[in-house]
């Protein structure tokens, strides 16, 4: 791939086509990966256009090897767009199914399309972006690229290509090579020779009889195959028969020289660099590598010449000719070098546009009248007017109409799966009393938590100085490029550090993203500051690979590292009691025994706690006492729903990294049955390309049986086996021989399931999955994918029909859930299978069954800030907390304000708008929704106007205290809320007054008793418009 980054870079992307392979996809019985296939079918489309004459064409032995389609069938399922062009709107939908394209609701892939209104999203093989076709009548208006993720437009073109896959069945005859495009004067450049001579020597070995049933690679036709005869005539004898290999040609280039990290030697290059006058460069990868290498050349003081490009390049080279000297930072620190071509990466943060789907029947919590079942939107007519509604069934069969402007006090009933909840009458008094219990109940937890924070924050701390250059030199050699959510969290901390208060900070991030290298960093700078620093985790195999990755990334700065677990002798354990006493350790690692009494630092300044979740309750007691004025990091790879994440802010700092590193790929998962072929064939594919795999058995007793089955199943490999109750030393030889790379396969217990970090391996078994929970299996299958290779995980069960629901329910789930960072949606599933008591604690869990957890987050953040308010209020002083601005307004019109079914008739789409919606809170984000309302679905029309109306109306009536507005015949009416007192105190009040002095004659204040209670509300008479409502209050300059 970097080739392809580095003429990207060189040429310009439009000039350059990555040619991929589909082996990978067939050799796994997988459907053909979209990407490939839509890279592939663009080639073809690109070479037969003639337009494009100059371009380079990168690619490899087992891409070419697979046949592409014929030219002239591959023009008659393919269609030119112009805009401006006239075209039949039907038309364009049938040749789009006879293209076997797919009509879906949003268009996310390529080969699907979608209709709305005057509107087709269509995603051509033929493109890397899909395209919006705006209709007027039969005539094109204009055509527009946009994002899938989060489907708007992006750029408009003047013409588009719509092409059917070309390896579809609509192209299965006569199919070619790709040479057979090529023009006359195409040049073939080879890359190692005599290697890519082996490799297809290699391929053509395994694919001798391409139909035979135990082959690796299993094609549909041998059409599809090219023959070793044929491969060999058109890319290798045909345009190397008059190759003379002994003739070289010169370019007077020589590789960028190998500095190693040695500063000297980069000053003393760039010295003659300026002494010859050459010119030098530095390639960076990022703005944060290109000051890292500008402060540790400025501290030399030496009068050099050099100048930074924002990008970066495989290898750097001197160009003797042209006396300019090209370097790249990841080769001077010996850096892995990630491309980043936007063609191969889009932003990989976690987007999850509703995390939890409302179905017909699903439990809902209506936060005034509890828990009842969901039946969907419904339209009503009151008085005369009609109105989109969700309709909520409760005890006896009541009935509940809830307007769409409602839809905040909404939210999925989420407890323990197959726990029925609680279903009142409407009208009883029960609900009330569930919510008062539990707000008591949770005012308790809250309390607790802020207190114990708030003590933390009035202790005295060391405080660490500023990065010195050490630091700057050990965070730029950092292998990979830091993700921004790594660098946030790494600030974060380090600002903690630098603060006179101990540092509490939580790192919440998914497996593999990066908080073991936030670790050492921050552990770095305790020891530059001559401080000790701890890191406890909570198992032996853990301890064993973070002494391994310390020790690796630490080696050349002078840090002593040791770990303490069961492994260690009694003599080794006392040396290294001794030592840490004394101060000659400067970090030590290690399980439970770390909490001991006679584990005694002489100067500890910082503890990092791993997965503390999983320590038991005394250890937990004893890190209390550890604690006191320590800096602590805890890091966990158990996700927090970001619901919770507001409460829980300012309660203990948090770090959320939710971005993947660059180049990641998601895990692809299968459940499977225990099947010798697809064990054998998944073994043998990982190994042939250089991988290793992992193979989870959680039973001892016949772990050794396994082990002979596999060496008779794949013979010729190396397996290796691993669990607790092996001896230490063969335990850890075998794992340090597996993180090596020195045998194929290691099974193993789940002794693995945290912390062994082998990038090498990338496909995992886990037998008997059935067997183990949601977040296990999460963890275990993010042992592999953790390089820039695709990863396979293998859920082995015995059969759906011979496990449990729950199981069943949690293998579905891990299967669903396997793009990065999807821990957050396997946590949330979690919450459903097996309550809220494993991630919340079993004191929350009960009344999360009682209330729905949406609800309970409500209550909890709701009584945080009664607390905060209250109790804390100066330690919270700097925060805000609004008195008047009501969230929950009541609407109560006669005239229609709803999304019309002829413009969105998806009613769950519908409803996300309605939610997006009655979120937005300024003019500004109001408009920009209007406009992507209409790059996506069209015009919008005139009932839209009075919704956009109602939605200004309630964030402006929100911040005068107003939680109910009627507007009928006329005449609107707006009710403050119950509680006034603390809006008299506030400047808006005495504006509003001077409002309603000018405004006499149309606007009132009244105070009158409804329901036995005095009420001061608003009348606003000759309201013929909403938009008129608004107009009049603009007056009011506090909006």
Same mark, same amino acid.
């Given at each position: 791939?970097?080739?392809?980054?580095?003429?990207?870079?060189?040429?310009?992307?439009?000039?350059?086509? /990555?040619?991929?392979?589909?082996?990978?996809?067939?050799?796994?019985?997988?459907?053909?990966?979209?990407?490939?296939?839509?890279?592939?079918?663009?080639?073809?489309?690109?070479?037969?256009?003639?337009?494009?004459?100059?371009?380079?064409?990168?690619?490899?032995?087992?891409?070419?090897? &697979?046949?592409?389609?014929?030219?002239?069938?591959?023009?008659?399922?393919?269609?030119?767009?112009?805009?401006?062009?006239?075209?039949?709107?039907?038309?364009?939908?049938?040749?789009?199914?006879?293209?076997?394209?797919?009509?879906?609701?949003?268009?996310?892939?390529?080969?699907?399309?979608?209709?709305?209104?005057?509107?087709?999203?269509?995603?051509?093989?033929?493109?890397?972006?899909?395209?919006?076709?705006?209709?007027?009548?039969?005539?094109?208006?204009?055509?527009?690229?946009?994002?899938?993720?989060?489907?708007?437009?992006?750029?408009?073109?003047?013409?588009?290509?719509?092409?059917?896959?070309?390896?579809?069945?609509?192209?299965?005859?006569?199919?070619?090579?790709?040479?057979?495009?090529?023009?006359?004067?195409?040049?073939?450049?080879?890359?190692?020779?005599?290697?890519?001579?082996?490799?297809?020597?290699?391929?053509?070995?395994?694919?001798?009889?391409?139909?035979?049933e135990d082959n690796i690679i299993n094609y549909s036709s041998k059409n599809e195959f090219l023959k070793i005869n044929e491969f060999g005539k058109k890319f290798i004898i045909d345009k190397s028969e008059n190759l003379n290999l002994l003739k070289k040609i010169n370019f007077g280039q020589t590789p960028q020289p190998s500095f190693n990290r040695n500063f000297n030697f980069l000053n003393k290059h760039l010295e003659n660099d300026k002494k010859n006058r050459f010119k030098s460069y530095f390639f960076c990868?990022?703005?944060?590598?290109?000051?890292?290498?500008?402060?540790?050349?400025n501290t030399e003081k030496k009068d050099l010449d050099y100048n930074f490009f924002d990008e970066t390049i495989y290898e750097g080279f001197i160009d003797n000719k042209s006396k300019i000297s090209y370097l790249t930072d990841h080769q001077i620190f010996n850096r892995y070098h990630s491309f980043k071509s936007n063609r191969f990466n889009k932003d990989e943060s976690m987007k999850i546009k509703e995390l939890i789907h409302l179905k017909l029947n699903d439990y809902v919590v209506h936060i005034d009248h509890?828990?009842?079942?969901?039946?969907?939107?419904?339209?009503?007519?009151?008085?005369?007017?009609?109105?989109?509604?969700?309709?909520?069934?409760?005890?006896?069969?009541?009935?509940?109409?809830?307007?769409?402007?409602?839809?905040?006090?909404?939210?999925?009933?989420?407890?323990?799966?197959?726990?029925?909840?609680?279903?009142?009458?409407?009208?009883?008094?029960?609900?009330?009393?569930?919510?008062?219990?539990?707000?008591?109940?949770?005012?308790?937890?809250?309390?607790?938590?802020?207190?114990?924070?708030?003590?933390?924050?009035?202790?005295?701390?060391?405080?660490?100085?500023?990065?010195?250059?050490?630091?700057?030199?050990?965070?730029?050699?950092?292998?990979?490029?830091?993700?921004?959510?790594?660098?946030?969290?790494?600030?974060?901390?380090?600002?903690?550090?630098?603060?006179?208060?101990?540092?509490?900070?939580?790192?919440?991030?998914?497996?593999?993203?990066?908080?073991?290298?936030?670790?050492?960093?921050?552990?770095?700078?305790?020891?530059?500051?001559?401080?000790?620093?701890?890191?406890?985790?909570?198992?032996?195999?853990?301890?064993?690979?973070?002494?391994?990755?310390?020790?690796?990334?630490?080696?050349?700065?002078?840090?002593?590292?040791?770990?303490?677990?069961?492994?260690?002798?009694?003599?080794?354990?006392?040396?290294?009691?001794?030592?840490?006493?004394?101060?000659?350790?400067?970090?030590?690692?290690?399980?439970?025994?770390?909490?001991?009494?006679?584990?005694?630092?002489?100067?500890?300044?910082?503890?990092?706690?791993?997965?503390?979740?999983? /320590?038991?309750?005394?250890?937990?007691?004893?890190?209390?006492?550890?604690?006191?004025?320590?800096?602590?990091?805890?890091?966990?790879?158990?996700?927090?729903?970001?619901?919770?994440?507001?409460?829980?802010?300012?309660?203990?700092?948090?770090?959320?990294?939710?971005?993947?590193?660059?180049?990641?790929?998601?895990?692809?998962?299968?459940?499977?049955? /225990?099947?010798?072929?697809?064990?054998?064939?998944?073994?043998?594919?990982?190994?042939?390309?250089?991988?290793?795999?992992?193979?989870?058995?959680?039973?001892?007793?016949?772990?050794?049986?396994?082990?002979?089955?596999?060496?008779?199943?794949?013979?010729?490999?190396? &397996?290796?086996?691993?669990?607790?109750?092996?001896?230490?030393?063969?335990?850890?030889?075998?794992?340090?021989?597996f993180i090596d790379g020195k045998f194929d396969v290691l099974i193993a217990t789940t002794i693995i399931e945290n912390g062994l970090d082998v990038p090498n391996a990338n496909t995992i078994f886990i037998n008997n999955s059935q067997n183990f929970g949601l977040s296990d299996l999460h963890q275990m299958r993010g042992r592999v994918g953790r390089s820039n290779k695709k990863a396979f995980c293998y859920f082995i069960i015995p059969g759906i029909n011979s496990i449990s629901k729950d199981a069943e329910k949690?293998?579905?789930?891990?299967?669903?859930?396997?793009?990065?960072?999807?821990?957050?949606?396997?946590?949330?599933?979690?919450?459903?299978?097996?309550?809220?008591?494993?991630?919340?604690?079993?004191?929350?869990?009960?009344?999360?069954?009682?209330?729905? /957890?949406?609800?309970?987050?409500?209550?909890?953040?709701?009584?945080?800030?009664?607390?905060?308010?209250?109790?804390?209020?100066?330690?919270?002083?700097?925060?805000?907390?609004?008195?008047?601005?009501?969230?929950?307004?009541?609407?109560?019109?006669?005239?229609?304000?709803?999304?019309?079914?002829?413009?969105?008739?998806?009613?769950?789409?519908?409803?996300?708008?309605?939610?997006?919606?009655?979120?937005?809170?300024?003019?500004?984000?109001?408009?920009?929704?209007?406009?992507?309302?209409?790059?996506?679905?069209?015009?919008?029309?005139?009932?839209?106007?009075?919704?956009?109306?109602?939605?200004?109306?309630?964030?402006?009536?929100?911040?005068?205290?107003?939680?109910?507005?009627?507007?009928?015949?006329?005449?609107?009416?707006?009710?403050?809320?119950?509680?006034?007192?603390?809006?008299?105190?506030?400047?808006?009040?005495?504006?509003?007054?001077?409002?309603?002095?000018?405004?006499?004659?149309?606007?009132?204040?009244?105070?009158?008793?409804?329901?036995?209670?005095?009420?001061?509300?608003?009348?606003?008479?000759?309201?013929?418009?909403?938009?008129?409502?608004?107009?009049?209050?603009?007056?009011?300059?506090?909006?």
């Amino acid at each position: 791939m970097h080739h392809v980054d580095d003429f990207e870079k060189i040429i310009g992307q439009d000039k350059v086509m /990555f040619f991929p392979s589909l082996m990978n996809d067939f050799s796994r019985n997988n459907n053909s990966n979209n990407k490939d296939l839509n890279f592939r079918t663009e080639i073809v489309s690109k070479i037969k256009n003639k337009k494009n004459k100059n371009y380079i064409i990168v690619s490899y032995p087992e891409a070419i090897c &697979i046949k592409v389609a014929n030219k002239s069938i591959f023009e008659k399922y393919s269609i030119n767009l112009k805009k401006n062009l006239k075209i039949s709107f039907d038309e364009l939908i049938e040749k789009l199914f006879q293209f076997n394209f797919e009509k879906v609701n949003f268009v996310v892939n390529p080969g699907e399309f979608a209709v709305r209104g005057g509107i087709i999203d269509v995603y051509s093989y033929a493109n890397q972006n899909p395209f919006r076709i705006d209709f007027f009548g039969e005539i094109i208006e204009s055509i527009r690229e946009f994002n899938v993720d989060n489907q708007l437009s992006s750029n408009e073109v003047s013409d588009a290509k719509i092409q059917a896959e070309e390896n579809s069945i609509l192209f299965k005859k006569n199919r070619i090579n790709l040479i057979e495009l090529f023009n006359k004067d195409g040049v073939i450049v080879y890359k190692n020779f005599d290697k890519l001579i082996h490799v297809c020597n290699e391929i053509f070995k395994k694919n001798k009889v391409p139909d035979q049933e135990d082959n690796i690679i299993n094609y549909s036709s041998k059409n599809e195959f090219l023959k070793i005869n044929e491969f060999g005539k058109k890319f290798i004898i045909d345009k190397s028969e008059n190759l003379n290999l002994l003739k070289k040609i010169n370019f007077g280039q020589t590789p960028q020289p190998s500095f190693n990290r040695n500063f000297n030697f980069l000053n003393k290059h760039l010295e003659n660099d300026k002494k010859n006058r050459f010119k030098s460069y530095f390639f960076c990868s990022n703005k944060h590598q290109k000051i890292r290498l500008s402060e540790i050349l400025n501290t030399e003081k030496k009068d050099l010449d050099y100048n930074f490009f924002d990008e970066t390049i495989y290898e750097g080279f001197i160009d003797n000719k042209s006396k300019i000297s090209y370097l790249t930072d990841h080769q001077i620190f010996n850096r892995y070098h990630s491309f980043k071509s936007n063609r191969f990466n889009k932003d990989e943060s976690m987007k999850i546009k509703e995390l939890i789907h409302l179905k017909l029947n699903d439990y809902v919590v209506h936060i005034d009248h509890g828990i009842g079942i969901f039946g969907g939107l419904k339209k009503i007519d009151v008085n005369n007017s009609t109105h989109e509604t969700i309709k909520l069934i409760y005890a006896d069969r009541d009935i509940l109409y809830v307007n769409i402007h409602s839809l905040h006090k909404i939210s999925k009933y989420n407890g323990k799966d197959g726990n029925v909840p609680k279903i009142y009458k409407l009208g009883s008094n029960s609900w009330k009393k569930v919510k008062e219990k539990t707000k008591t109940k949770v005012k308790k937890i809250a309390f607790d938590l802020i207190k114990l924070y708030a003590k933390r924050k009035e202790k005295k701390g060391f405080q660490f100085k500023s990065d010195s250059n050490l630091q700057i030199e050990l965070e730029a050699s950092f292998l990979f490029e830091e993700t921004n959510d790594q660098i946030k969290s790494i600030n974060e901390v380090k600002k903690d550090m630098e603060s006179p208060q101990p540092m509490d900070r939580l790192i919440c991030g998914d497996v593999g993203f990066g908080k073991t290298e936030i670790a050492i960093r921050a552990a770095f700078k305790a020891v530059d500051n001559n401080k000790q620093v701890a890191v406890l985790v909570p198992t032996t195999i853990l301890s064993f690979q973070h002494f391994k990755t310390f020790t690796k990334r630490l080696k050349d700065f002078p840090i002593t590292i040791e770990y303490l677990n069961r492994f260690k002798t009694i003599k080794e354990k006392r040396e290294i009691l001794v030592n840490l006493k004394s101060g000659k350790i400067d970090i030590l690692i290690g399980t439970h025994q770390l909490v001991s009494e006679n584990v005694i630092f002489k100067d500890l300044g910082l503890l990092i706690v791993d997965e503390e979740q999983k /320590f038991g309750v005394n250890v937990k007691e004893k890190l209390k006492s550890l604690k006191v004025n320590v800096d602590v990091l805890t890091l966990t790879a158990t996700p927090i729903p970001r619901t919770l994440q507001f409460s829980l802010m300012n309660a203990r700092d948090l770090s959320i990294i939710n971005t993947p590193p660059a180049n990641r790929y998601p895990i692809l998962s299968e459940i499977i049955k /225990f099947n010798n072929e697809k064990i054998k064939n998944a073994v043998l594919s990982e190994i042939n390309r250089g991988g290793q795999v992992f193979f989870i058995h959680n039973k001892i007793e016949n772990i050794l049986d396994l082990k002979d089955y596999l060496e008779k199943l794949v013979p010729d490999i190396n &397996i290796r086996i691993g669990h607790g109750q092996m001896k230490g030393e063969e335990l850890e030889k075998n794992l340090i021989d597996f993180i090596d790379g020195k045998f194929d396969v290691l099974i193993a217990t789940t002794i693995i399931e945290n912390g062994l970090d082998v990038p090498n391996a990338n496909t995992i078994f886990i037998n008997n999955s059935q067997n183990f929970g949601l977040s296990d299996l999460h963890q275990m299958r993010g042992r592999v994918g953790r390089s820039n290779k695709k990863a396979f995980c293998y859920f082995i069960i015995p059969g759906i029909n011979s496990i449990s629901k729950d199981a069943e329910k949690r293998i579905n789930a891990i299967e669903q859930y396997s793009g990065l960072g999807s821990g957050i949606q396997i946590a949330m599933k979690d919450l459903e299978i097996r309550g809220a008591g494993n991630l919340l604690g079993a004191e929350q869990s009960g009344f999360i069954n009682d209330v729905g /957890f949406e609800t309970y987050h409500k209550i909890l953040k709701e009584a945080v800030n009664e607390i905060k308010e209250k109790e804390f209020e100066k330690l919270f002083e700097k925060e805000k907390f609004n008195k008047t601005e009501i969230s929950d307004i009541t609407i109560d019109f006669d005239i229609p304000i709803l999304i019309p079914d002829n413009y969105i008739n998806i009613s769950t789409e519908r409803m996300k708008i309605y939610k997006e919606l009655s979120e937005i809170k300024s003019d500004y984000n109001l408009n920009l929704y209007k406009k992507n309302l209409t790059d996506r679905f069209g015009s919008f029309p005139k009932e839209l106007d009075d919704l956009f109306e109602v939605i200004k109306l309630k964030w402006k009536f929100s911040k005068l205290g107003i939680n109910k507005i009627i507007l009928r015949k006329n005449i609107c009416t707006a009710f403050f809320i119950n509680k006034i007192d603390s809006f008299f105190e506030n400047e808006e009040f005495s504006l509003l007054l001077n409002f309603l002095k000018k405004n006499n004659k149309i606007v009132q204040l009244i105070e009158k008793k409804i329901n036995h209670k005095k009420r001061l509300l608003l009348k606003i008479e000759e309201v013929k418009k909403i938009k008129d409502l608004n107009n009049l209050f603009s007056e009011l300059k506090i909006f």
